[in-house]
Nanobody, 124 residues
Framework: VQLQASGGGLVQPGGSLRLSCTAS????????MGWYRQAPGKQRELVTSITSGGSTTYADSVQGRFAISRDNAKNAVYLQMNSLKPEDTAVYYCNANIMSQSAKYYNTGYRDYWGRGTQVTVSS
């Protein structure tokens, strides 16, 4: 199972970016999906998450500016980022709680998978 993220880049303050992340491989089921970020010199933090049923949570710092969504048929999660600020600059990682086909067969349950990360830089 792999997660592939895309969509990062350089944007001016106040601008928008959309991140995408797709899970591939022998997947039985995906539970929650989400986005984390890590700025230089800081710990990785949860930005937002979404359950398989569509319930969402957001960090206070992005509430009202960012929107997470997912397409269960495509095993994909998206992050629409609006009104970007310089403090949003970070490497963004997608995360998914997945049961693979082999985990289903061996009854080992769900585990977290991570994408490689995509750089988001907000600067004028």
């Amino acid at each position: 199972v792999q997660l592939q993220a895309s969509g990062g880049g350089l944007v001016q303050p106040g601008g928008s970016l959309r991140l995408s992340c797709t899970a591939s491989g022998t997947i039985f089921n995906i539970n929650a999906m989400g986005w984390y970020r890590q700025a230089p010199g800081k710990q990785r933090e949860l930005v937002t998450s979404i359950t398989s049923g569509g319930s969402t949570t957001y960090a206070d710092s992005v509430q009202g500016r960012f929107a997470i969504s997912r397409d269960n048929a495509k095993n994909a999660v998206y992050l629409q980022m609006n009104s970007l600020k310089p403090e949003d600059t970070a490497v963004y990682y997608c995360n998914a709680n997945i049961m693979s086909q082999s985990a289903k067969y061996y009854n080992t349950g769900y585990r977290d998978y991570w994408g490689r990360g995509t750089q988001v830089t907000v600067s004028s």
